[in-house]
Every structure is written in C-alpha cells, then in structure tokens.
C-alpha cells in the first residue's frame, strides 16, 4: 500500500496547546498538511500556531473535549475555516493519580468525560467528514497504561483500555472504507501532564509531590519526537504504534507475562 500523502491535506488536532500535540501538529505542518488545532489553552494555542509556517491554513480554536455541545459544534468551526477535514487526531487528555479508594467518582467521571467520552464524541462529530474524503486517517491517542495497568493509575488506565478497545473495534468497522485507523500508545514523553494531573483530596500534598517527582523522571522522550514518530506512523498507514523504546519494552513484557507484568515492572521502580 502507498504512504499517505499529508501535503495539502487538512488535519484536525485536539490538546494542540502543549506536549504531544504541538509535536504532532509541527510535524504535520512540516510536511504540508493544513491544520485546524483545538486546545482548552488558548495561551497554549497561540504558542503552537507561532511555530507553525505562515503558508498554511491554520485556524485555532478553544474547545472543551467534554462538553457535549461544543464537540457537536465543532465540525461547523472548521468548515467555515478549511474546505475539507482528512486527519483527525485526539490528542486532548488528563491524568488523575491515586488508587480506587481514594479517587472520588466526581473526578472519575471527570477524567473520563476528556479522555475517554471527547474521542468518542468527536470521532462522531467528526466521522461524516472524514468519510467524504478520498483519503482519511482517524488517530486516537491511548497510552502505554492502554496497555499495561500500574497500581495508582486505576482510573487513567481505565480511559486508556477503553480508547484502545474503542478504536481497535472501530477500525474492524471501517475496513474497506478510505478511513484508516490508528490507536497510539506513547511511554513516557516529557510533557506537563503529571505536572497537571488531579490528585485525591484527601492525599497527603507532600506524598503527592513526591509521586509526581518519582513519575517525572520516566518522562524521557521529547515531545517533538514523538509526534514527529506519530505522524510518520500515519504516512506509513500504522494500525498501532508504540511510541518510545520504554512503550515497546512493556508492551513485549506484557505479552510475556499478562499477569505477572506489574511484579516484575515494580522491580524497575524507586522504592
């Protein structure tokens, strides 16, 4: 099968404002795609659209994923802006730590509201346009948590299983139509998500601090490189891709060892 031509072809980013998104977006613009990029961050979106070629169509847009009514109208802000729509990216997400004990329903809900419910919402916002394309590509970020599930990620590992089983499914459904789909699992990109993650009420400050220093440290890979892997993932019509050697390394391990993982991952952490 050919690669995916991305010049001139028009692409749709949620969470474009910082980290994986300004990644994938730079890398979209490098090869002549058109963007329409979408943050909650409008400072963010600013920052991403300066380093962007002033020869394509760019159009930014505040959006929040979770809200209902500003993902259905989403579509129509971008057509007012770009004749087309042949790449979707859902990019946007948050993080929660804390065990199931002590994550409060409220904030569960909340997480699953951006990470889990704004794909859905706006692959089907979005899904009539991509099909009138000749030639489109849905990509869904997942997270190598979509993969693997730690302890004290109960709740974003969840949003994480259930985008991969959702785009994993919908790709079945749309064999043979010229929509491609890709689920993505990134490993540890140094973005600010652990620096913004929501944490139980009820947790120590301190003990929260010290958890998102331990995190931080896994956070290797540059956001520019790993959307610069992603969008050559979507030229190469990549049904799945592993984003980092950490992501390529646990997910081999979890196929070896599906139940065990978590015991020999623990063995590679700070105590």
Not at 54 to 64: A, G, Y
Not at 72 to 88: E, Y
Not at 149 to 170: D, H, I, M, N, W
Request: charged share 25%.
């Amino acid at each position: 099968m050919s690669a995916m031509r991305l010049a001139g072809r028009t692409a749709v980013v949620t969470g474009a404002g910082s980290g994986i998104g300004r990644g994938i977006a730079v890398a979209l613009a490098r090869r002549g795609c058109h963007l329409a990029l979408a943050d909650i961050d409008p400072r963010g979106l600013a920052e991403t659209v300066a380093l962007l070629p002033p020869t394509l169509r760019i159009s930014s847009h505040q959006l929040d994923v979770a809200d209902r009514a500003a993902v259905a109208a989403f579509p129509d802000a971008v057509r007012a802006a770009h004749p087309q729509v042949d790449v979707l990216v859902n990019n946007a997400g948050v993080a929660l730590g804390g065990t199931f004990e002590q994550v409060a329903e409220d904030d569960f809900e909340w997480l699953f509201g951006i990470n889990f419910w704004g794909v859905v919402r706006m692959t089907r916002a979005f899904l009539p346009l991509l099909r009138a394309s000749d030639d489109a590509r849905l990509v869904n970020i997942s997270s190598i948590f979509g993969i693997v599930a730690p302890a004290e990620q109960v709740a974003y590992a969840a949003s994480k299983f259930a985008v991969r089983g959702f785009t994993e499914a919908l790709r079945h459904e749309l064999a043979g139509s010229a929509v491609g789909v890709t689920v993505v699992h990134p490993g540890g990109v140094r973005t600010s998500i652990s620096d913004r993650a929501r944490a139980p009420k009820d947790v120590d400050p301190n003990e929260v601090t010290r958890k998102r220093e331990q995190f931080r440290k896994f956070l290797r890979m540059p956001p520019m490189d790993a959307g610069e892997t992603i969008v050559r993932a979507v030229e190469r019509r990549r049904s799945r891709v592993l984003v980092g050697g950490d992501a390529k390394g646990l997910s081999l391990l979890a196929r070896l060892a599906p139940v065990r993982y978590w015991t020999l991952m623990r063995l590679g952490l700070p105590q």
